[in-house]
């Protein structure tokens, strides 16, 4: 699947102001909403790895949805496909019950996109009722109905919940069979996490394990799910996460309780073989290990679970 058929520079332009309100409508709440965003950056800041929180590279951007016919990837990646994305490797999650794919973006300077779906139908019949109770309000693929042209009217589904407040106790039961499962029932679309690239940062600050030793030094608890530094089996693709910290939410009939939030992840991309001879100020995306690791990524999920929000 690609992007729209007319691909002329007028076209691309509009698309990509799109694109680019898009993303910064999600990189506004979702600062809002983890507070160890601004926390991380502002010492980023202090500590001169970077100059401005903009001088971040972001690597990837992370959704979760759940798997039913009106809804899941088939749904949210119309947007991206749209705003010129294209869909790479495909990843299956068999103890998690997940599906996932990446998204190249249309320019390497915007993030890639990965977006998971739970296999809805894998779980037990309670749960895929509790679920579907909620997604049936749903009647039809919402994206379809979105101009994709107004980024306005994006920027405000990406972030408008799709059903009702759901109840603590379908939460809590929802979390006994996939912790995936209630985050996503709670949060629809809200992003998941973004992600620094470290190995754009100075010497000293640019290798997981550097950074990871930065981020303890200010106080950033780090998901261990698998060691904290996860690595890929060519050892290319290096990532690490903070744990996701918990944060009120309201639930149906006022009821307030404490849950996992959103989490902040790095990256450290090393060059591919055929480029470790250039230099590291003359390298780009290109020229370093692409896509992902869905050993990496399955424990990157356990972010927001209870594993590690409970350590």
Do not use: C
């Not at 006022?254 to 996992?260: F, K, Q, V």
């Amino acid at each position: 699947m690609s992007a729209l058929p007319s691909t002329s520079p007028a076209r691309r332009a509009a698309l990509d102001t799109v694109l680019d309100t898009v993303l910064a409508g999600l990189m506004r709440r979702y600062r809002e909403r983890v507070p160890d965003v601004s926390l991380i950056l502002s010492h980023m800041v202090d500590e001169g790895l970077i100059r401005h929180p903009d001088d971040i590279e972001n690597d990837h951007v992370a959704f979760r949805t759940l798997g039913v016919p009106q809804l899941g990837v088939a749904s949210l990646e119309r947007i991206f496909l749209h705003l010129g994305y294209t869909r790479q490797d495909a990843y299956r999650f068999e103890e998690k019950k997940l599906d996932a794919y990446w998204y190249r973006p249309p320019d390497p300077r915007d993030p890639r996109i990965f977006i998971s779906e739970l296999r809805v139908g894998d779980l037990i019949p309670e749960a895929q009722a509790i679920i579907t109770s909620y997604t049936d309000e749903v009647r039809s693929d919402p994206v379809l109905a979105l101009d994709l042209d107004d980024a306005r009217a994006v920027d405000a589904f990406l972030h408008s919940p799709l059903w009702r407040l759901p109840t603590w106790a379908d939460y809590t039961r929802l979390q006994a069979e996939s912790e995936y499962a209630a985050w996503a029932i709670y949060n629809r679309y809200y992003l998941n996490h973004f992600t620094v690239s470290v190995h754009n940062l100075p010497a000293g600050y640019d290798t997981a394990e550097r950074f990871n030793a930065f981020l303890k030094a200010h106080g950033l608890r780090l998901n261990a799910s698998g060691g904290e530094v996860k690595v890929s089996p060519d050892g290319l693709l290096r990532q690490s996460s903070t744990v996701a910290p918990m944060v009120e939410a309201l639930f149906a009939g006022g009821e307030r309780r404490r849950i996992a939030g959103s989490y902040v992840e790095f990256a450290e991309r090393r060059p591919l073989p055929q480029y470790a001879h250039v230099a590291p100020e003359d390298l780009r995306r290109e020229h370093r290990r692409d896509g992902f690791e869905a050993a990496n990524a399955d424990r990157i999920f356990e972010s927001t679970y209870s594993a590690q929000t409970g350590r």
